[in-house]
């Protein structure tokens, strides 16, 4: 055979060989790990590329969208102030939540980036900046800048935790001692918005680890004890079917706002609807020329609410009030109180005003809340009307809805029947004395 006649070789050959075997066993782990998530990211680039690609040039626009009024004042209140953190839209199939959230992308603004980096630094905040960035900011380099829009990346439902927070090249590491990183889509999206359709589909597991970079603000990745840090702060968006599933609790308190949009029955409005979309497809380029100057003047009314939001004020009075009718209908934690605030400084600041009313915080107060409330299978009542209830008795005293009566009723659970007790044998009425019996031995 030919091993035996091969000649005898130096012990330092056969280490060398050795170190080489165990150096391409390496190279081979770390080229199987990535090979299928390589070709997920190159597919999922290309539809990322196409995607933003669509959004930019060919969405349907979005003063166009008729009713879903809570749906759309949601969306710009997130943009106007980001930190409210994202919205969860939740309807029927067809509408219009996957459109209304893409056509957002033409009310977004244009920001400050450094160039050609892939986690869209900032040129002067330090805690926006990716980690190359802000080493070459401490020394005091001076940062190339560009101009880009408000980036939009969208979350594959076929994706995988590689693809969301990025890989580091193990060969590389090895080879040259640099941490070589793969941005994944939670880098792409700082400073802008990540939207998930069909979120309710999506792996729970990825999910919690989408929600727990929106709510650091940082995303971190290890791979064989290597690690690196960047920043991802981004806004949240997530739609689904209820029918398809639902979200878990832990997740729903987690996004800022939520809406549940239903069909429109109206047959004006469902008219207008279809000839708007009618005519966006047959020139989807001139029609949405004719909507620019609405869509500019939208988009500049956002921009002077981001820049009049700080000084926005909010009576002391009205903040306890808020934190009692979250009090009021159970709802856990303290981000509901947050939220709420924020939205109602966010709408008055949208607005051009300075100063919260009690009217701001009735337009915010539902989509803050209602998916915040606990869940109970013998609960008939929306969470909606049990956040109306209680806004009403906390901020109006109102006597027209009494609110612990009307939740007892609605969460009333109904009474267990109760079981049938054997028939009791009726018992012969007591004869008076002397009364006939009958004749003897008739029983």
């Given amino acids: 055979m ?22 391409d066993k390496t190279r081979a782990r770390a080229t199987a790990a990535t090979t299928v998530g390589g070709r997920a990211r190159a597919s999922d680039a290309r539809r990322a590329t196409v995607t933003r690609a669509k959004s930019e040039s060919a969405s349907f626009p979005f003063v166009k969208i008729v009713a ?6 949601a969306l710009t209140l997130n943009v106007v102030d980001s930190a409210i953190g994202g919205v969860l839209i939740m309807g029927d199939r067809g509408t219009a939540k996957s459109v209304s959230v893409r056509s957002l992308v033409q009310l977004l603004p244009e920001i400050d980036v450094v160039k050609n980096d892939p986690f869209n630094s900032s040129p002067t905040n330090p805690e926006l900046m990716g ?43 090895l080879s040259e ?43 971190t990745v290890e791979r064989e004890g290597i690690s690196l840090t960047h920043p991802a702060k981004f806004i949240m968006i997530g739609s689904g079917n209820p029918e398809e599933g639902e979200l878990r609790p832990q997740l729903l308190d987690r996004f800022g706002m939520a809406v549940n949009i239903r069909t429109i029955f109206d047959m004006d409005q469902r008219t207008e609807l279809v000839m708007n979309k009618l005519a ?17 003047a939208l988009k500049a009314k956002i921009v002077a609410a981001q820049k009049l939001l700080p000084s926005v004020t909010m009576d002391r009075d009205f903040a306890l009030k808020i934190s009692g009718v979250c009090a009021l209908v159970n709802v856990d934690g303290l981000r509901g109180d947050i939220v709420v605030t924020r939205a ?21 107060i539902g989509p803050c809340l209602s998916h915040r409330l606990r869940k109970d299978v013998t ?37 267990p029947e109760k079981p049938k007790e054997a028939a009791k044998p009726k018992e012969e009425p007591k004869k008076k004395a002397g009364a006939w019996s009958g004749l003897p031995g008739g029983r």
């Fill in 344 to 364: 109602a400084k966010a709408l008055v600041a949208f607005e051009g005003r300075t100063e919260v009313t009690m009217e701001d915080i009735a337009r915010v």
């Fill in 131 to 173: 980690p190359d960035v802000r080493e070459a900011f401490q020394r005091g380099e001076t940062l190339e800048t560009a101009k880009m829009r408000v980036p939009m990346v969208e979350v594959p439902l076929g994706t995988t935790e590689d693809r969301i927070c990025g890989t580091i090249d193990i060969e590389k590491a």
């Fill in 68 to 73: 879903q009024e809570e749906l759309k004042l």
């Fill in 177 to 219: 001692g640099t941490k070589a990183y793969d941005p994944g889509l939670l880098a792409k999206a700082n400073r802008g918005l990540l939207y998930i359709d069909e979120v309710n589909l999506l792996d729970d597991s990825l999910v919690d680890v989408v929600l727990d970079s929106a709510a650091g603000g940082w995303n």
């Fill in 2 to 23: 030919r091993c035996s006649s091969a000649p005898r070789r130096a012990p330092g050959a056969a280490r060398a060989r050795t170190t080489r075997a165990v150096a």
């Fill in 280 to 296: 966006y497809e047959r020139d989807p380029k001139g029609y949405t020329e004719e909507c620019r100057e609405e869509t500019e």
């Fill in 379 to 415: 609960d008939t009542m929306d969470g909606g009307f049990k956040v109306t209830l209680a806004f009403n008795k906390i901020f109006k005293g109102s006597a027209m809805l009494n609110f612990d009566e009307t939740m007892a009723e609605g969460i009333k659970a109904p009474e």
